[in-house]
């Protein structure tokens, strides 16, 4: 019963490199979701995706990008990794319907660390 | 615009002490819904409850209660009788129809320290 697992779970970059973080659902959801959470910010909104070969722009876009070419994967990009991308990232997904009717279901996390 | 505003960044109790945490939300929509999920200390995200706009009765879970008032948009949370366990970081979140991809936004959490 694995819900949503985020590969790696910690990281350290350095500036100027680039890694994805990939989200994986078994829950046949098709909304997907991937924040970030810095202190004293709660969790902000990086990209999202409403159904496979679908993304959009949250909060806080700039200097990611993601892919959700099938349904149960959510992929976040960093081309470029910087300082102020360090911080703890949270893949998530929702399903059924009404969809406004479901909680958000969150993977374990992932921190990264760019120095 | 949405936007929900915890204004506790800390509170600290001592065990067996009732505390109350504050949210409140702003939204346009007339239809949306709520939650509360818990961070713990291993920083996973733990989904506590929803509640939707047409339905502002309270709820009671064990030690924990929710008090829902669209007049003050507020949807606060109380535990009573507070245990070492409940310390956590508290989220309160909302969703609404026009949020665009139905995207949960948070609110920048309460940080519950309960102390034995």
């Known amino acids: 019963n694995a819900g949503v697992t985020q590969t790696p779970k910690f990281r350290v970059l350095k500036t100027g490199q680039s890694m994805t973080l990939l989200c994986a659902q078994d829950m046949n959801h098709e909304y997907m979701y991937w924040y970030r959470q810095d202190p004293g910010m709660g969790l902000r909104l990086i990209h999202y995706s409403v159904g496979e070969g679908t993304t959009a722009k949250g909060e806080v876009p700039d200097g990611y990008n993601v892919s959700r070419l099938k349904k149960q994967n959510f992929l976040l990009g960093l081309e470029s990794a910087a300082p102020s991308q360090t911080s703890v990232y949270f893949c998530?997904?929702?399903?059924?319907?009404?969809?406004?009717?479901?909680?958000?279901?969150f993977g374990q996390g992932t921190r990264l660390t760019v120095v | 615009a949405q936007k929900v505003t915890q204004a506790q960044t800390e509170i600290s109790v001592v065990e067996k002490e009732d505390v109350t945490l504050d949210c409140v939300y702003e939204?346009?929509?007339?239809?949306?819904?709520l939650f509360w999920y818990k961070q713990p200390p291993s920083g996973e995200l733990v989904f506590l409850i929803r509640?939707?706009?047409?339905?502002?009765q309270n709820e009671i879970s064990g030690r924990y209660s929710w008090n829902f008032q669209k007049s003050t948009s507020s949807f606060n949370f109380t535990i009573t009788a507070s245990q070492v366990v409940d310390s956590a970081v508290y989220f309160c979140a909302l969703s609404g129809v026009n949020t665009g991809g139905f995207k949960t936004i948070f609110g920048a959490g309460t940080r519950l320290f309960v102390k034995a």
């Open positions: 509640r939707n706009s047409f339905d502002e």
């Open positions: 998530a997904s929702r399903g059924g319907q009404p969809i406004m009717n479901t909680e958000a279901f």
């Open positions: 939204t346009r929509d007339t239809t949306y819904y």
